[in-house]
T-cell receptor, first 111, second 114 residues
Framework: SQKIEQNSEALNIQEGKTATLTCNYTNYSPAYLQWYRQDPGRGPVFLLL?????KEKRKERLKVTFDTTLKQSLFHITASQPADSATYLC??????????FGDGTTLTVKP | DVKVTQSSRYLVKRTGEKVFLECVQD?????MFWYRQDPGLGLRLIYFSYDVKMKEKGDIPEGYSVSREKKERFSLILESASTNQTSMYLC?????????????FGPGTRLTVL
């Protein structure tokens, strides 16, 4: 059956370090993968999209990689700040326009 | 900026009541979605719509129905609310017509069924 796994439910790191979040999937052939940020009591907010034929995408302190052989995406936040604390969701998309979301990883950046 | 609004942030209803959750988007998006989000279960798709008057079941449609009479508005209906429908409900929209559709979410409605 299709499955999306995000590394751990919670990740705690020290301010200034790089946070690395993992999204693994099985039995999918996604056309693209997206990462969203969700703050408590709010809806998810889109951050980055990477297509199946792209290896890496960057946006300011964010970097996403996509390895369709390993069926894995890594999401990096460099020089992390307490304001980066949130839940991060990965979502696999198909050409039909529908996305399937992972359960999310809650990141806490300690000052 | 895309704006997706939901009719209520918090709602308390009684078992057996009919519940309407409304969602409106202002960007002329083709696609609209309803999800529920529960701790440990993530975001689960209830229903989605690719066009006015069109709807398709998602992963957990049981106990729900939807209505899309106008392009900008997508309603989720709980015909007879039950306690296991207590959850956070999130509406989203996307532009459609593309194979890289970013979804824009509303703020969510936290529904409690007593």
């Amino acid at each position: 059956s299709q499955k999306i796994e995000q590394n751990s439910e919670a990740l705690n790191i020290q301010e200034g370090k790089t946070a690395t979040l993992t999204c693994n999937y099985t039995n999918y052939s996604p056309a693209y993968l997206q990462w969203y940020r969700q703050d408590p009591g709010r809806g998810p907010v889109f951050l980055l999209l990477i297509r199946e034929n792209e290896k890496e995408k960057r946006k300011e302190r964010l970097k996403v990689t996509f390895d369709t052989t390993l069926k894995q995406s890594l999401f990096h936040i460099t020089a992390s700040q307490p304001a980066d604390s949130a839940t991060y969701l990965c979502a696999l998309g198909t050409n039909a326009g529908k996305s399937t979301f992972g359960d999310g990883t809650t990141l806490t950046v300690k000052p | 900026d895309v704006k997706v609004t939901q009719s209520s942030r918090y709602l308390v209803k009684r078992t057996g009541e009919k519940v309407f959750l409304e969602c409106v988007q202002d960007m002329d998006h083709e696609n609209m979605f309803w999800y529920r989000q529960d701790p440990g279960l993530g975001l689960r798709l209830i229903y989605f719509s690719y066009d006015v008057k069109m709807k398709e079941k998602g992963d957990i449609p049981e106990g729900y129905s939807v209505s899309r009479e106008k392009k900008e508005r997508f309603s989720l209906i709980l015909e007879s609310a039950s306690t296991n429908q207590t959850s956070m409900y999130l509406c989203a929209s996307s532009s459609g017509g593309s194979h890289t559709d970013t979804q824009y979410f509303g703020p969510g409605t936290r529904l409690t069924v007593l």
